[in-house]
Each structure stands twice: as structure tokens, then as C-alpha cells.
């Protein structure tokens, strides 16, 4: 059992250890380091590219300038009709011109200027007419790096009477030639990439790494401190993506701020409604106490009024609980069932009371046996704060001499196929433009001084949760709300 314990622990260690190593060093490196790195990667490619075939022209530039100065030794040669070259000049020319041997052709004829026995084999042939690319880098590498000692064969073409010169020349002196230059040129290749490497990799600080870290260390900050107004960064004059980039970002941080300052409001304004809503709750209890006592009394106008008052208050109690338990703005889902609209809707004429001396008269206009597929309670919020916007819109605006409050309702089309609509309709002046800007928009819709704009809000969002519309009809005298209710369920976003 030890063993084998062992031997698993034996083979889990190495692949631990092993796993770091997976991870790439460059992961570490920052954009600056991993820039540098890529800019002198380039720029070493690029002179590679340059180097190489620089090399490899060379050594066929020194090999063509041998055969130039074999050309003179050919018209030594031709010069000599035929007779021998002493061998002090031969000799001469040999040395001059660096090769064991000139061999020239022209004329159907041959010669040949050497002191030594000719070899019977040549460690290379380089044939200067007609040499690609690729021979050359290949004839340099070797030349370079696995020397001959043998001569090499060159040949290249002849001029003044020549089809071809042709020399055997030893490599050390063309070798020796060619590392000098590969060493000038490799210094000198380097001065150049150091130089462009550096240039490149400041010029791609300023223009690209700097404004990046800029933008990365707003982000950061803005992370910190959302509603901090200053971590929005300052947008540069600059035009190109960057630019672009900043200035985006500055309006992205400033909506945000915004919005989360906002938030934070309407938290602590909720948090202030939900400790109103528990004192009022408790109030409203012994209201409703108040109200069951009215009961029993023998007026009939107290008859009359107390079910009212005690349905009001239970609707006011439940509306409490309900936005306590819930611990936010949004409606429960509602119940919806076939109730008919005639009760509702007079309901609705006691809000006139709310008009200083009652001179706003509120008309309910509903057949007897209308019925529609709503949440009862809720639809009567939402008409109640209908008609409680239009009342407190005809006591301010005195111009009119019979402020007056329709609600219509008829129906649309076959009972189960069509649709209920409701009006609440004014006769006072209207909404004004800022007002129908954002007219269902909580916090901004508010007509008058002083309002919150929550009650088109809340109506809105009431019809809505029952599968129904409220929109504003539009060229019609004072203000016309439309509601829409269709007979069957409509799933609520």
C-alpha cells in the first residue's frame, strides 16, 4: 500500500510542477514591454530580409570583379598570337587577377594562363551568366559557414572577342572578403534597427501606449468611485479611434454617475416612503376603527358615505402593506376577474371635493351593464389619479368659468372579442409641451408646481400590468386620456 501511494504521489508531482510552466512569460509583461518586443521582432525580420541577400550580392560582386580582371589577362592572351607567356608575367597576371588558372573562349578557340598543374576536381562551380536568388543565399551560407580548400570553378561572361572567361580561384580570399563585409554590415545593420526600434517604440508610446494607460487608469478610478464627477476623464483634441474612445467613455462615466446618483435617491427615498408607509399604515388602522363606529350610525347621509370611507381606508391599508412587503416601486401582478365598471366609475365623482369650493364637476357616463377584465382595485387607482390630475389642473388654471371632468366608457367590437375604452377627459387648457415630453416618465412629467409627476407614472404602469394601453389623445379641447382594457388576458411584460 506505502508503494503504491508513492508511486502515485511519484507521478502527481511532476505534472504540478510541470503546470506553471503552461503559462507564457509574456503574460506578465505589461503592453509597454510586450510592444518593445514585437517593435525589435519586426524590425530584426526586416533586416534579415535586407542582410541576407546583401551577403550573398556581395560575394557575387567580388566573384564578378575577379572575372573583370581575368578580361585584362584574356587580352594578354590574344595579344600573344599563339606564343607562350613568359612565366614572369604570367605569373604576374595570375597574382593580379587572385586565380590559379584564366581560361578564355572565343573564336572556336581556347586558352588557357596557368603555372600549376590544373586540378582534376573543383569543390564548387559558380556560374555568373545565370544565377537565381536562391543559389546565391545558399552559395554565401556555404561559404561562410563550411569553407573549402579545394579552388572553386567561376565563370562569367566575356567581352572584346570573348564568349566566356572562366577562372579557378581559392575561396579564403573571398571568404575572408565577405566576413569583413558581414561583420561592417551587421554593425552597421544594427545601429539602424536600434535606431528605427527605438524611434518606433517612442513614437507608439506617445501615440498609442500613453492615452491607453491614460483611458485604463480612468477606468480603474471610475470603478472606484462611480458618482465621483471627477474620475470622468478629459477627452483629447484627437480624432482617431483614441479620441473617439475618450470621448465615449466621458459620456458612458457621466451617464452612469448620473444614474447611479439617482439610484441612490430613489433608494433613499423609498426608504423614506417604506418608514411613511408603516406610521400611515398605523394611522389608517385607526381610521378604519373610526369608520366600522360610523357604521352604526342612524344618519343616512353617515350611511351613506361610511362604506365608502371604510372601503377607501382598507384599500389604503392593503396599498400600504403591499409596499411594505414588496420593499419596492414596482406592482404586484394583478387579479384580474369580470367586474363591471358603473360602480367604479362613481367612485370616482367624490374626488371633486378636492377643488377649493367644489366648482369642479366630475361626470360619470357608463352603461349600467358594461364589464371589463381588470384588477378592480387597480384600475381605480389608475382612474383615480386621472381624474386627481385633471381636478388639480382646472383649480389652477382659473381661465375656465365650468371646469368639468368626463368619464366615458363604451365598448369596442363583441363582449369576449373586442375591447373596453375609458376616457377622462378635462376641459382646461391642456398639457403643456414639457409636460408631454415625458409624460409617463416618473419625476419629470409634472404639469404644475409642486407635483411629483408620479401619477401618470403609476397610472401607466397600472393599465399596463392589466394588458391595457394609456396613451393621450391628441387634437382634442383641454386633456384626453385614453384607456384601452381588451376583453381577454394579455401576458404583462
Known amino acids: 500500500m506505502n508503494v503504491h501511494e508513492g508511486a502515485q504521489e511519484g507521478t502527481a508531482r511532476p505534472a504540478e510542477a510541470a503546470a506553471p510552466a503552461r503559462h507564457s512569460p509574456l503574460r506578465h509583461l505589461g503592453l509597454s514591454a510586450r510592444l ?237 416612503v417604506s418608514k411613511i408607509n408603516h406610521e400611515l399604515r398605523n394611522m389608517l388602522t385607526g381610521a378604519q376603527l373610526l369608520g366600522d363606529r360610523l357604521e352604526g350610525t342612524a344618519d343616512p347621509m353617515v350611511q351613506r358615505v361610511a362604506p365608502r370611507l371604510v372601503a377607501t381606508l382598507d384599500r389604503a391599508i392593503r396599498f400600504c402593506e403591499a409596499t411594505l412587503a414588496y420593499g419596492r416601486a414596482s406592482e404586484p401582478h394583478p387579479t384580474r376577474r369580470r367586474v363591471t365598471l358603473a360602480p367604479l366609475l362613481e367612485e370616482l365623482q367624490d374626488l371633486a371635493a378636492l377643488a377649493a369650493g367644489a366648482r369642479v364637476a366630475i361626470r360619470a357616463e357608463v352603461p349600467a351593464d358594461l364589464k371589463a377584465e381588470v384588477d378592480p382595485e387597480q384600475l381605480l387607482r389608475a382612474l383615480t389619479n386621472l381624474v386627481r390630475n385633471a381636478v388639480q389642473a382646472l383649480e389652477t388654471a382659473r381661465c375656465v368659468a365650468a371646469p368639468e371632468v368626463r368619464v366615458t366608457a363604451s365598448r369596442d367590437g363583441a363582449e369576449g372579442q373586442g375591447a373596453v375604452t375609458i376616457l377622462v377627459a378635462d376641459n382646461g387648457p391642456g398639457l403643456p409641451a414639457k409636460a408631454r415630453a415625458h409624460l409617463f416618465a416618473p419625476f419629470k412629467g409634472s404639469a404644475r408646481s409642486g407635483g411629483t409627476g408620479l401619477g401618470l407614472a403609476v397610472a401607466s404602469e397600472l393599465i399596463r400590468l392589466n394588458g391595457g394601453t394609456l396613451t393621450l389623445d391628441e387634437g382634442t379641447p383641454g386633456a384626453c386620456f385614453r384607456v384601452t382594457l381588451p376583453d381577454w388576458p394579455v401576458s404583462a411584460a
Open 36 to 272: 518593445f518586443l514585437l517593435t525589435v521582432a519586426f524590425v530584426a525580420l526586416a533586416e534579415v530580409l535586407i542582410y541576407v541577400p546583401a551577403v550573398a550580392n556581395y560575394r557575387l560582386s567580388w566573384l564578378s570583379d575577379r572575372i573583370a580582371a581575368a578580361q585584362v589577362a584574356a587580352m594578354v592572351l590574344d595579344a600573344s598570337q599563339g606564343q607562350s607567356v613568359p612565366d614572369d608575367l604570367a605569373r604576374h597576371l595570375l597574382t593580379g587577377v587572385g586565380a590559379r588558372a584564366i581560361a578564355v573562349r572565343g573564336d572556336e578557340t581556347r586558352r588557357l594562363l596557368a603555372l600549376d598543374p590544373m586540378p582534376d576536381s573543383v569543390a564548387d562551380s559558380v556560374d555568373l551568366r545565370q544565377v537565381s536568388l536562391w543559389e546565391a543565399v545558399r552559395g554565401a551560407w556555404r561559404t561562410l559557414v563550411a569553407p573549402v580548400t579545394e579552388p572553386i570553378r567561376v565563370v562569367g561572361h566575356g567581352r572584346d572577342g570573348f564568349d566566356l572567361v572562366e577562372i579557378l580561384q581559392d575561396e579564403a580570399p573571398l571568404r575572408a572578403a565577405m566576413v569583413d563585409f558581414a561583420s561592417r554590415l551587421l554593425l552597421s545593420s544594427l545601429i539602424v534597427a536600434a535606431a528605427a526600434a527605438g524611434l518606433v517604440f517612442v513614437v507608439l508610446q506617445v501615440v498609442i501606449v500613453h492615452p491607453v494607460t491614460r483611458l485604463t487608469r480612468n477606468i480603474a478610478a471610475f470603478a472606484d468611485d462611480p458618482e465621483g464627477a471627477e474620475r470622468s476623464i478629459r477627452p483629447s483634441r484627437r480624432t482617431d479611434e483614441i479620441g473617439l474612445a475618450e470621448t465615449a467613455l466621458a459620456r458612458m462615466a457621466q451617464g452612469l454617475a448620473d444614474q447611479l446618483r439617482q439610484r441612490r435617491r430613489l433608494a433613499e427615498l423609498g426608504l423614506s
